[in-house]
């Protein structure tokens, strides 16, 4: 099994802040890597696919980056909505996956 | 408009069977397009998924449920079903049903998901 390290655990930071999620996969995914934001009481919502693809509708200061097992959201100025928990997920043997273990992204 | 609505108990005795049931509507489940899965959200933890389906039949499962799960589908009704045998409170969680892409762009994405259900193990 492929298994995905995301860090940090946690974050704080405050509107207008440039912050960076990074996952480490178990071995080489060849980006095939995509990013959830999850806010409390709903499912997760798709961000960004193929590490660096935005999904339709989803702001253009979310973007993402990585080959091979390492991979990183960017958020480049946080808005008030943009707090949520945030996930990446590796799709490398679809529709197998596996999930990183979450980045809680809170107001400072 | 796609939708997809999880249906089951919400209370579930230790070493029994969950199970629960995933309404496709705004679309058919028989698309080539798709996979259609479980997955799940222990309460204040990530996500992980349970398995998938295809709508031919074929299965996929997670290694570590693989012996206690069992995921179907009925066309005719445009649902797909999971199965969890022998559940401990460890099996507590919201259970998502969601849909995986097979298209070449956004391959092996999740971009619906249904609202969740909670399923609670306990006697």
């Given at each position: 099994?492929?298994?995905m390290?995301?860090?940090?655990?946690?974050?704080?930071?405050?509107v207008?802040?440039?912050?960076?999620?990074t996952?480490?996969?178990?071995?080489?995914?060849?980006?095939s890597?995509?990013?959830?934001?999850q806010?409390?009481?709903k499912?997760?919502?798709l961000?960004?696919?193929?590490?660096?693809?935005l999904?339709?509708?989803?702001?253009s200061?979310?973007?993402g980056s990585?080959s091979?097992?390492?991979?990183?959201?960017?958020i480049?100025?946080?808005?008030?909505?943009?707090f949520?928990?945030?996930y990446c997920?590796?799709?490398y043997s679809?529709?197998?996956c596996?999930?990183?273990?979450g980045?809680?992204?809170?107001?400072? | 408009?796609?939708?997809?609505?999880e249906?089951?108990p919400?209370?579930?005795?230790?070493s029994?069977?969950l199970?629960?049931?995933?309404?496709?509507s705004g679309?058919?489940?028989?698309?080539?397009?798709?996979?259609?899965g479980?997955?799940?959200?222990?309460?204040?933890?990530?996500l992980?998924?349970?398995g998938s389906?295809y709508?031919?039949?074929?299965?996929?499962?997670?290694?570590?449920?693989?012996?206690?799960?069992t995921?179907s589908?009925?066309t005719?009704?445009n649902q797909?079903?999971?199965?969890?045998?022998?559940?401990?409170?460890?099996d507590?969680?919201?259970y998502?049903?969601a849909?995986?892409?097979?298209r070449?762009?956004?391959?092996?994405?999740?971009?619906?998901?249904g609202q969740g259900?909670?399923?609670t193990?306990?006697s």
């Amino acid at each position: 099994d492929i298994q995905m390290t995301q860090s940090p655990s946690s974050l704080s930071a405050s509107v207008g802040d440039r912050v960076t999620i990074t996952c480490r996969a178990s071995q080489g995914i060849s980006n095939s890597l995509a990013w959830y934001q999850q806010k409390p009481g709903k499912a997760p919502k798709l961000l960004l696919y193929a590490a660096s693809r935005l999904e339709s509708g989803v702001p253009s200061r979310f973007s993402g980056s990585g080959s091979g097992t390492d991979y990183t959201l960017t958020i480049s100025s946080l808005q008030p909505e943009d707090f949520a928990t945030y996930y990446c997920q590796q799709y490398y043997s679809t529709p197998s996956c596996t999930f990183g273990q979450g980045t809680k992204l809170e107001i400072k | 408009q796609l939708q997809l609505q999880e249906s089951g108990p919400g209370l579930v005795k230790p070493s029994e069977t969950l199970s629960l049931t995933c309404t496709v509507s705004g679309g058919s489940i028989s698309s080539s397009s798709y996979y259609w899965g479980w997955i799940r959200q222990p309460p204040g933890k990530g996500l992980e998924w349970i398995g998938s389906i295809y709508y031919s039949g074929s299965t996929y499962y997670n290694p570590s449920l693989k012996s206690r799960v069992t995921i179907s589908v009925d066309t005719s009704k445009n649902q797909f079903s999971l199965k969890l045998s022998s559940v401990t409170a460890a099996d507590t969680a919201v259970y998502y049903c969601a849909r995986h892409s097979r298209r070449i762009g956004d391959y092996g994405t999740i971009g619906y998901w249904g609202q969740g259900t909670l399923v609670t193990v306990s006697s």
